[in-house]
């Protein structure tokens, strides 16, 4: 498959995913999800890799462009990399601001984040982000 991304992007070897997804620690039960469209569907988003087509479970943001995630983990975790599904268009994400605040909000992710991800369209899950 051939895409532009940048260095940090990579493609998932399926046959060995069952090593980084981490679905299964996601303590689904506190993790919020803020300007979310309709409430609880920031949730659905985060399924099992077998799931990871399913258009059916999307989370689309409210008044504002930004989506900010809280995922709390039920064990350690120790997090490599990072996939995002999306469609192709205006509402596609373009930067993931990754930071680990102890208290999430809007007005304190204005500043500089940990680690900015350019994320490149990809339908089928198949790229993988490095993350620090």
């Known amino acids: 498959m051939q895409h532009s991304c940048s260095h940090t992007c990579q493609h998932v070897d399926e046959t060995n995913v069952a090593q980084w997804n981490l ?4 303590d689904k039960y506190n993790l919020q999800c803020y300007n979310e469209k309709h409430d609880g569907s920031g949730k659905d988003v985060f ?4 799931e990871r ?3 059916s479970k999307i989370v689309e943001s409210d008044d504002e462009q930004e989506l900010l995630f809280s995922i709390p983990f039920n064990g350690a975790v120790k997090i490599t990399g990072l996939c995002v599904i999306g469609e192709n268009g205006p509402s596609h ?3 993931n601001r990754w930071s ?3 208290e999430l909000r809007f007005d304190n992710t204005r500043g500089k984040a940990h680690q900015e991800i350019s994320l490149t369209y990809d339908a089928s899950g198949t790229l ?3 993350v620090k």
Do not use: G, M, S, V
């Open 53 to 55: 087509l399913d258009r």
């Open 128 to 130: 993988a982000y490095q």
């Open 47 to 50: 399924r099992a890799w077998e």
């Open 23 to 26: 679905y299964t620690k996601i």
């Open 100 to 102: 680990n605040l102890p």
């Open 93 to 95: 994400p373009n930067t």
